[in-house]
């Protein structure tokens, strides 16, 4: 008997994944374990291992396509079985693999996922399909409980109170059309949520350059919609101030320097920073806040969201319970994460729950910029190049190196004294970060 | 069934030898002279001319049919001509001694039979009355038209034209003919001059012609009513019945006197020896000759004999006589009126079945050249008079074509108004002044006692009423049915069991002592006379309500309820109404033959509207519609609710009068989740399944009565589904072919985008009625109604199915035809 492979929920928050590619092609026998596909999520590539074994009978999804989890993307069987049944009568038997290829919609016959182009096999009363519309509810992920698994209206209503609700005003909004809601959203979603949707009838002008036109998905899609609906729905303000870098430079050095058994040779100005910072925000709970539902949620931990470039785009993984982490502790979680984001193996659990974050672009230069905000938290740090900075002291003009710091606080929860009494903290602490990490 | 004429045995048991009266065979004797001082020149020679019309006519339609050019007018006629060249005698003979009063109806070979009638009623009629009617008929439309284009010196030579004008634009399907086209060839008919419906359906109008000459006899109005069918109708069911309805004792032994006997109907066979190609005389038929039936049905054989219908003045003759013996109520009359086509039964016909041989020995004694030679011979018609005829009648008929053929002179209806044509919709108190014919004030009736019974079958609280204090449905049938009596004077009501036992199921009990035999009597057993009789009946100008007994009974009277019934308001182009009510008995418990639910058969038919109340409110609010309507009307009852009081609608059946809306279904207990539709009595059935799936899984179903079939007001229906998204359909008619698929696929496009499922429709098995121990396996129930929605539309958790009501089923069922 063939089994169906579905697409496992990689995380909590994953509603769908993008196959990557297929790392076994139809045909090739595979034993339970084996991965046969790799997967995209948000933020994070991973790989599907097969929990049977046997001999890949049909892929069902093809490269770049997005899958809800839970959808079955793969058969697995004996050699030669028919699986027309398990995949439906009405469809095609498994595609050859350069039929598959070249041919996307042959292989989303066989789903049973929720594209546009595949809503013939999806079993839904015409009334629960309207009510699905007029709610901007995708279909994905909703198990019919009619006959013969007919998505009915009591399906849908049952998915809605699980899902979002929208105010009426952005539901008005988005049945007007032009807007649509945040894919995965949770809570309450305003008018300020809604995304534009791109107006079709917009010209596109002719082309003559050769452009390659890259649709928005993944990674991409979500830092897109992200970064958006932060600038749309908060007040950011930034501060700039400088800190003493003398003492963070040397303690650098010495750590550097350092024996091997510490550990510590690996630890960098960022860790420093971000060690400041973990220890310096807990005296400064209005920073460390998420701004949920009109409601202030001030955070007593500090879970710590680093900024991470990388090919996918920008990444924030999150080291949780910053503040009570050591030096040596902090740095190397803020490397593990950095690393598996930049291997697209994060974990989306890692990805999650942020009170505070950093940005660092001060190795690429820069000296100074208006880090955006990761709502709903509601203060973000960037940190700058380290800059030669002509102090006086005394009677004299000495060059003392300083470290440029950018902080973006939500002024609809912060005010700017806070914020500047915060940086103010910070760089104090960043002058004598060595005492800090003996406290 | 009657006390007062007792079966005795001493006299039933008596031996000895029936004999009957001796039938005479074209018995007429010509005699010139007594024939000259009976008519006079004049009218001869009128007969010899209004033959010459029709065999112009014919011949002028055959040629046009054939060639498609008549003196060189072309025109191509595309509907049926069945040409009576042959047998002008035959009709002219009837026609001369009939006025306006006498009714003819004829068959599908009625182009001589109505023109003969017609030349004579315009013979009869003054110049004013002629006027009258010419310019009072559809407007004068048609008047119009022939003074533009066809003229006439006088009056009468303007009526010939109209006549002919209205005629041939009939058979055309003209706007301006006599039924606006609706009728044709082989339906034409004109009222006015007592022309009534021909039908195309061999023998259909010998009920129907009974059933006006009954309308004559009870209203007291004046005239006899002629049938003109051919000899193969004899062949035909509906005849037969006819003729025993017309030969009943009772008008003799149980009606008033002061009625005047037996309806003053002619049974006419127009004997051409042929039915289609089918030879009746010594092929199809035994009778040998035609007019021996009359031996068979009454003492007086009818009153037969045979007349010789190539001798205009033998059927003249004839029909004087026996319209004397119609007239006093001594009918019914049989004759056997010989004649002969020289054509074939239709253009198509290559007359394979008789020999040219045949055909030249009649075309010897062609009746229109014979008929010239007598008068020639005495002195009636001078050199060169029926030349000078011929060539007149000629210049009129094409002038008549030139005005006919030209759809801008002779437009069509517009096609959509045909629908206009389908109902009257002209709700009527009564049709006619008359002093309603009773036997007892409507309160000292039994109206007193069923007014005093409660009036709901439950209390303020919702407790049931003793059942024998209640009114019940069949007590809610009888205070409409006897409102109308002593309402409308015209209002007949007859069937199988309708005196004394007072309707097989009671509806009727106490109107015998209320109501003098001439308005309620019992019918034979004879389904199709008895729909017959009240189409003509109905047609006649009076309103009818007849009873089938059980459903089942319908296929008797198939023709006269889907052909008849339903066709001529529309085909008449609303000339005449049809207000008929046919009360059919949708029974349960009898097996077989007794327990259908037969409306989608009736739904199927355009020109009837048809009703199906379930609750004593509906019994009454809905034939009392009926019985007020112009329309015909099957009213369908179910034998599961006779004795049942009201118990749905709130404050039971009101004592006065009052009517349902048409074509509006009842919504009898609200709800959201799922919408439930009956019709008939399923609806109790339903509202239980509702009950259980409230109390058992709270869903809460709407449970709506359609109460119509046809009109039917879907706004309802389609407003609860788009609430519910959901929705079942029940009735006791079988599942193949029921209405509830049409209605199914009605709300399917009304209401798609609301719709959570398939409409489900749940009827009876596609099998025979079993035994009444076995009807839970067959009729739908409360579980079966669940069980669907918990397989199609609405798994129930918890629900455990008793019944298969999957879909799959219907793939399997199909597949055997069960």
């Not at chain 1, 007007?176 to 949520?193: H, L, N, Q, V, W």
């Not at chain 1, 030669?388 to 902080?407: E, G, N, T, W």
């Not at chain 2, 039908?199 to 209203?219: C, E, P, Q, T």
């Not at chain 2, 006899?224 to 509906?238: K, R």
Request: proline share 6%; with cysteine; aromatic share 6%.
């Amino acid at each position: 008997m063939a089994t169906l492979i579905p697409l496992p929920k990689l995380g909590n928050t994953v509603e769908s994944s993008i196959i990557v590619r297929w790392i076994k092609s139809i045909g090739e026998t595979v034993a339970a374990g084996d991965a046969i596909c790799e997967v995209e999520t948000d933020k994070a590539t991973m790989e599907v291992e097969s929990p049977a074994s046997g001999v890949l009978l049909a892929q069902l999804f093809q490269p770049g396509d997005d899958v809800p989890v839970l959808t079955n993307i793969a058969v697995i069987g004996a050699a030669g079985e028919d699986i027309s049944a398990l995949v439906g009568s009405t469809a095609a038997p498994a595609p050859a693999p350069q039929v598959a290829a070249e041919s996307k919609p042959a292989a989303v016959q066989l789903t049973n996922g929720a594209s546009a182009s595949s809503d013939v096999l999806i079993r839904i009363s015409p009334r629960a399909r309207k009510l699905a519309e007029r709610k901007s509810l995708p279909l994905e992920g909703i198990a019919g409980s009619g006959p013969e698994g007919r998505i009915i209206e009591r399906d849908i209503e049952a998915a809605l109170t699980r899902a979002a609700k929208l105010t009426p005003l952005a539901q008005s909004m988005i049945e007007k059309g032009g807007y649509s809601a945040p894919e995965g959203a949770s809570g309450r979603i305003t008018t300020k949520d809604l995304l534009p949707t791109t107006a079709p009838q917009t010209p596109v002008p002719a082309q003559t350059d050769a452009v390659e036109v890259i649709p928005l998905k993944g990674a991409r899609k979500v830092i897109a919609q992200r970064m958006l609906e932060s600038l749309q729905t908060t007040a950011q303000l930034t501060l700039n101030r400088t800190a003493d870098a003398r003492t963070l430079l040397d303690f650098r050095k010495r750590l550097k320097a350092s024996a091997p058994e510490f550990g510590l040779q690996g630890v960098t100005i960022n860790d420093l920073i971000l060690f400041a910072v973990a220890r310096t925000l807990p005296r400064f709970p209005e920073l460390n806040s998420l701004f949920i539902d009109n409601a202030i949620h001030q955070h007593r931990t500090v879970h710590l969201g680093i900024a991470v470039d990388t090919t996918r785009g920008l990444i924030v993984p999150v080291v949780r319970n910053a503040d009570t982490l050591s030096l040596r502790d902090l740095s190397s979680e803020a490397h593990r994460l950095a690393t598996a984001c930049q291997e697209g193996r994060v974990s989306p659990d890692d990805l999650t729950g942020g009170t505070f974050s950093v940005t660092n672009l001060g190795s690429l230069g820069i000296e100074s910029f208006t880090p955006v905000l990761n709502p709903p938290q509601v203060a973000i740090l960037g940190v700058g190049s380290v800059d030669l900075k002509a102090v006086q002291s005394d009677d004299a003009v000495q060059f003392i190196p300083h470290i440029a710091l950018s902080l973006t606080i939500n002024h609809q929860i912060v005010d700017g004294a806070p914020g500047a009494r915060f940086l103010q903290a910070l760089s104090h602490n960043i002058a004598q970060i060595d005492l800090l990490t003996a406290l | 069934m009657t006390k007062s004429i007792t079966i005795d045995p001493a006299i039933e048991r008596q031996p000895g030898t029936l004999s009957g009266p001796t039938i005479p065979l074209n018995a007429y004797v010509s005699d010139p002279a007594v024939e000259t001082a009976q008519y006079g020149s004049d009218a001869l020679n009128r007969m010899w001319h209004d033959m010459a019309v029709i065999r112009t006519f014919e011949t002028a339609l055959d040629m046009l049919k054939r060639e498609g050019t008549y003196k060189g007018v072309e025109y191509k006629h595309g509907g049926p001509a069945h040409i009576s060249i042959g047998q002008e005698a035959s009709v002219v003979g009837q026609a001369y001694h009939l006025t306006p009063d006498d009714f003819i109806l004829g068959s599908h070979r009625s182009h001589g039979e109505i023109l003969a009638k017609g030349l004579s009623a315009i013979q009869k009629l003054s110049d004013a009355e002629l006027l009258a009617i010419m310019e009072g008929y559809m407007g004068g439309k048609a008047l119009r038209i022939v003074e533009k284009h066809v003229g006439g010196a006088t009056v009468k030579d303007l009526a010939i034209n109209y006549l002919l004008y209205s005629a041939l634009a009939e058979i055309f399907g003209r706007e301006a003919g006599f039924n606006k086209g609706m009728g044709g060839s082989m339906h034409t008919f004109f009222p006015p001059f007592g022309i009534m419906p021909n039908n195309a359906i061999v023998g259909g109008s010998a009920d129907i012609a009974l059933g006006m000459a009954l309308f004559k006899r009870v209203n007291r109005k004046p005239g006899i009513v002629i049938a003109n069918i051919g000899d193969a109708s004899m062949g035909c069911g509906p005849v037969w019945e006819a003729m025993m309805f017309a030969a009943m004792d009772q008008y003799h032994t149980l009606w008033d006197q002061e009625i005047g006997g037996a309806p003053p109907v002619l049974f006419n066979f127009m004997n051409n020896f042929y039915g289609m190609g089918g030879q009746t005389k010594g092929e199809t038929m035994g009778f040998g000759v035609l007019a021996r039936v009359g031996l068979g049905v009454n003492e007086d054989a009818m009153h037969a004999e045979r007349v010789d219908g190539y001798n205009p003045l033998a059927v003249a003759d004839a029909i004087a006589r026996k319209k004397q013996i119609l007239l006093e109520g001594r009918g019914p009359v049989l004759l056997d009126t010989l004649t002969y086509r020289f054509v074939g039964h239709s253009t198509s016909d290559a007359s394979s079945y008789r020999d040219k041989s045949e055909v030249d020995l009649w075309r010897a004694q062609d009746s229109l050249a014979d008929f010239g030679h007598y008068l020639q011979a005495n002195g009636h018609a001078g050199a060169g008079k029926l030349e000078a005829m011929q060539a007149a009648i000629e210049e009129r008929m094409l002038a008549v074509i030139k005005a006919a053929v030209p759809t801008d002179i002779s437009p069509r209806v517009p096609a959509e108004q045909i629908g206009g044509m389908m109902f009257s919709n002209t709700p009527t108190d009564r049709f006619s002044d008359a002093k309603p014919d009773v036997l007892l004030p409507m309160a000292e009736t039994r109206f007193k006692v069923t007014q005093e019974k409660f009036r709901s079958g439950v209390d303020e609280n919702g407790k049931p009423l003793p059942k024998l204090k209640c009114l019940t449905y069949g007590e809610a049938l009888f205070e409409a049915v006897i409102h109308r009596f002593y309402e409308d004077p015209t209002l007949v009501a007859y069937g199988e069991e309708n005196r004394d036992w007072g309707g097989a199921f009671g509806a009727y009990r106490g109107l015998t002592e209320a109501l003098p035999y001439h308005r309620l009597f019992n019918s034979p057993i004879s389904e199709a006379a008895i729909v017959g009789t009240g189409v003509g009946y109905a047609l006649a100008g009076g309103r009818a309500l007849v009873e089938l007994m059980y459903c089942d009974f319908m296929g008797r009277a198939g023709d006269e309820i889907f052909n008849q019934m339903a066709k001529w308001q529309s085909m008449s182009a609303n000339v005449l109404k049809m207000p008929l009510v046919l009360r059919v008995s949708v029974g349960a418990r009898y097996g077989a033959q007794h327990s259908q639910d037969w409306s989608s058969l009736i739904a199927h038919i355009p020109g009837l509207q048809v009703f199906f109340p379930a609750t004593p409110y509906d019994a009454k609010g809905m034939l009392n519609l009926a019985l007020r309507g112009s329309d015909p009307v099957v009213f369908f009852e179910s034998q599961r609710l006779y004795s049942e009081p009201e118990t749905i609608v709130p404050g039971g059946v009101p004592k006065d009068y009052y009517e349902v809306p048409l074509g509006e279904p009842a919504v009898r207990r609200a709800g959201s989740d799922i919408t439930i539709v009956t019709i008939g009595a399923t609806l109790y059935r339903a509202l239980e399944a509702a009950q259980i799936l409230q109390d058992k899984y709270n869903l809460s179903a709407e449970v709506i009565d359609a109460r119509f079939i046809n009109p039917l007001n879907y706004e309802s229906i389609v407003q609860s589904v788009k609430k519910t998204g959901k929705c079942v359909l029940a009735s006791d008619a079988v599942e193949r072919g029921s209405f509830l698929h049409n209605m199914a696929a009605n709300i399917t496009q009304l209401a798609f985008d609301h719709l959570d499922g398939p409409v489900v429709v749940i009827g009876a098995r596609n099998w025979i009625t079993p035994a009444v121990e076995m009807e839970l396996d067959y009729f739908p129930q409360a579980n079966w109604i669940i069980d669907a929605i918990h397989e199609r539309l609405l798994p129930i958790p918890g629900h455990t199915t008793t019944t298969n009501q999957r879909a799959s089923e219907i793939i399997t069922r199909n597949r055997d035809g069960i």
